[in-house]
């Protein structure tokens, strides 16, 4: 008997299994073999960095690891360590479901105080979309103005596209071909399903985002340690990138980079279609006005309320699958206020258009403040944190 088709997800496929509306993050931990974070994980964040804990992790945003507990030990032995995190930049204006990892890695910046490198894969959008090389090179500069935006400490935040940076830093090259060659053409085929017909650039990527993970890419920072750990925030969908280099890590004699995992950021057509920036109506962008944000709030967010007002007061509406609530829950600081939403919702008494009014003003609020500090954000500012420079380490 033909089983039923499971759900399937990697960087570049996010598919539900057959039958299903949604991603089955539990399955997918079991699938990919990480970890769930913990309650107890969670209460020794919060202990060793002496900060509330974003409510990302305590909202299960965040949801899965690998091998955190041996950053925390580290940390708390007062050894260093570092974040990365990236961007693919293939559009001028990057949507609300591209801040998540940014918006989370600058709190664990804050949190942890230590330095970040972030990739900004212009060689690989290249490799994958219909696009000039020198247009996802502009892109990558453009993107970085979003994600300075963010709020990085310039002091500690290193910022660099692909295409400049291979060919600027022996070091980061010298560690690129020391992945590619003890990586398989089959083993890579195994992990991301490349076909016969694919260009070889794209076979050998994964091994240019593996490279960031070890700490002696970046002699500016690091010297030539390779020891410092490394701990990298990413949607789950990354993680097949992150296996392959955690098998290659200790045949170089790296230390495997831990990972953070958090869910996706659900389309406002609802959790079956991922956020895409090919299509504006599935997107909210961060270069939309108040109008342009309202009116695709009213239009398209999926609604978990009732057809009928009579049917919503009786029943109530349904948060699991109210992409208007599922955003509030991403965006809405204020966890009293969202546990109110929830119950009024749930039972009826708040209607399905006041629900999307508090996420409108919510999102007017976070975009145009990006907005502003965006507009901050000089030409200057950005050649300097994308200049290989040295950081007070220690
Ligand atoms: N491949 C990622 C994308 O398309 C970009 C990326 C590079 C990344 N390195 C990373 C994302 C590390 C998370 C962590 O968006």
Known sequence: MAGKKEQHVDPWTAEAAEGESSIDYN?????????????????????????????????GVFFSHRELGLILDAYEKKQPFYLYTGR??????????????????KYLQDAFNVPLVIQLTDD????????????????AYENAKDIIACGFDMNKTFIFSDIDYISSCTAFYYNIIKIQKCVTFSQARGIFGFQESDNIGKIAFPAIQ??????????HIFGEKTDIMCLIPCAIDQDPYFRMTRDAAPRLNYPKPALLHSIFFPALQGPK????????????FLTDTDEEIATKVNKYAFSGGRDTLEEHR????????????????????????????????ESGTMLTGELKKE?????????SDHRKRREAVTDEIVKQYMSPRPMNFD
């Not at 699938?31 to 919060?46: A, P, V």
């Not at 279609?273 to 909210?284: C, Q, R, T, V, Y």
């Not at 699958?321 to 809405?332: A, W």
């Open 359 to 367: 996420l409108i003003v919510v999102l007017q609020k976070l975009v």
């Open 27 to 59: 399955k997918l931990i079991e699938q990919f073999g990480s970890q769930r974070i913990t309650d107890d994980l969670l209460d020794r964040i919060e202990k060793c960095t002496g900060k509330p804990l974003h409510s990302f992790l305590r909202r």
């Open 210 to 219: 593996a490279a960031p993970s070890f700490s002696n890419s970046f002699p």
């Open 124 to 139: 690989e959008k290249f490799l994958w979309k219909d696009l000039k090389a020198e247009e996802t090179h502009r892109l």
């Open 88 to 105: 693919g930049p293939s559009s001028e204006s990057m949507h609300l479901g591209h801040l998540i990892p940014f918006l989370f890695t």
């Open 314 to 345: 009786k029943f109530g509406g349904d948060t699991k699958v109210d992409v208007s609530y599922q955003y509030l829950s991403f965006f809405l600081d204020d966890t009293e206020k969202l546990e109110k939403i929830k119950k009024d919702y």
């Open 273 to 284: 279609s991922k956020m895409s920036a090919s299509d504006p109506n599935s997107s909210i």
